[in-house]
């Protein structure tokens, strides 16, 4: 019997199709596996997703400003130049609203925010060169960046530029605190911002991590240590209070004692008198 055997091709794409599959499960594994706590901003369609305790947090912007950006209705609020236009009076309300901060760049968005602080704080009407409206302008460019900047946190360059408005603001705060120290607490109430003068004799120093975690555990045994020492002082205050009130009863008795022997005294006393006087007799 002949047995007639034939080789059959099988194509190059065949194979290809088989790895990619093999890839295609073992990637969905892993994301399945590492994706239980995704931190936000990282997922991506060829990333594989971390655990979250391998992420540094997101710093923090310690620029001294209380109220952050605030949050402005902007489909009712016009362009700035548009708010006296006569022809978007009568307009329809899609129309106005193309005309709106909605619709705005950031540029525009700025430039309301900025105005809004300025007619808070100038001195007059066309005052554009005080203390005061500089520095309302630079807190409406910091609240910005800052707003703008929680959204894309991994952009250290934003960070930069607060750094530097913050320093040209401390600069004047600094000026307007020298020339009127009353308008410079106004001010600071107005624009809800927190300044501290600075000591011109005391250096800026950074630290890196390493340091700041140990500044971090020192100062958090300093505060365990302070809790003790409180802990302590109750109780020895308590402890006192009593001793007090022990003493003050110990004392009382002590002085009944006395009392009483000094009439125990007294009376022996008399009866040998008597008894003196009785034989003498």
């Known amino acids: 019997m002949l047995t007639l055997i034939t080789k059959q091709r099988v194509s190059s794409g065949?194979?290809?199709?088989?790895?990619?599959?093999?890839?295609?499960?073992?990637?969905?594994?892993?994301?399945i596996?590492?994706?239980?706590?995704?931190?936000?901003g990282i997922i991506g369609k060829y990333k594989r997703v971390l655990p979250a305790h391998m992420y540094k947090p997101r710093p923090r912007w310690e620029t001294g400003d209380i109220d952050p950006y605030p949050n402005f209705?902007?489909?009712?609020?016009l362009r700035p130049g548009f708010e006296n236009s006569e022809e978007l009076k009568t307009a329809d309300e899609?129309?106005?609203?193309?005309?709106?901060?909605?619709?705005?760049?950031?540029?525009?968005?700025?430039?309301?925010?900025?105005?809004?602080?300025?007619?808070?704080?100038?001195?007059?009407?066309?005052?554009q060169s005080s203390y005061e409206v500089l520095i309302a302008k630079l807190t409406a460019r910091i609240r910005m960046h800052i707003k703008y900047g929680d959204i894309d946190p991994r952009r250290s360059s934003r960070r930069k530029?607060?750094?530097?408005?913050?320093?040209?603001?401390?600069?004047?705060?600094?000026?307007?605190?020298?020339?009127?120290?009353?308008?410079?607490?106004?001010?600071?109430k107005i624009l809800r911002i927190e300044h501290a003068a600075e000591n011109p004799f005391q250096t800026q120093v950074d630290h890196d991590d390493r340091e700041l975690e140990r500044m971090r555990l020192q100062q958090q045994a300093y505060n365990t240590?302070?809790?003790?020492?409180?802990?302590?002082?109750?109780?020895?205050a308590s402890e006192k209070e009593k001793f007090s009130s022990e003493k003050e009863t110990l004392l009382t008795d002590i002085q009944r004692d006395l009392q009483d022997l000094?009439?125990?005294?007294?009376?022996?006393?008399?009866?040998?008198?008597?008894?003196?006087?009785?034989?003498?007799?």
């Open 73 to 77: 209705d902007l489909s009712k609020i």
């Open 94 to 127: 899609s129309v106005k609203r193309v005309f709106t901060l909605e619709y705005a760049t950031r540029a525009e968005i700025e430039e309301y925010y900025s105005n809004y602080l300025v007619k808070a704080v100038q001195r007059h009407p066309l005052d």
């Open 262 to 281: 000094r009439l125990e005294i007294a009376k022996y006393n008399e009866i040998r008198r008597q008894r003196t006087r009785t034989i003498v007799e």
């Open 161 to 188: 530029v607060v750094g530097n408005l913050q320093m040209i603001r401390n600069y004047l705060l600094n000026k307007l605190m020298n020339a009127d120290y009353d308008v410079y607490e106004w001010l600071k």
């Open 14 to 31: 065949f194979f290809q199709q088989l790895v990619n599959t093999q890839k295609n499960l073992i990637n969905n594994f892993l994301w």
């Open 33 to 40: 596996r590492s994706a239980s706590a995704i931190p936000p």
């Open 225 to 236: 240590v302070q809790m003790k020492k409180d802990e302590l002082k109750l109780r020895f």
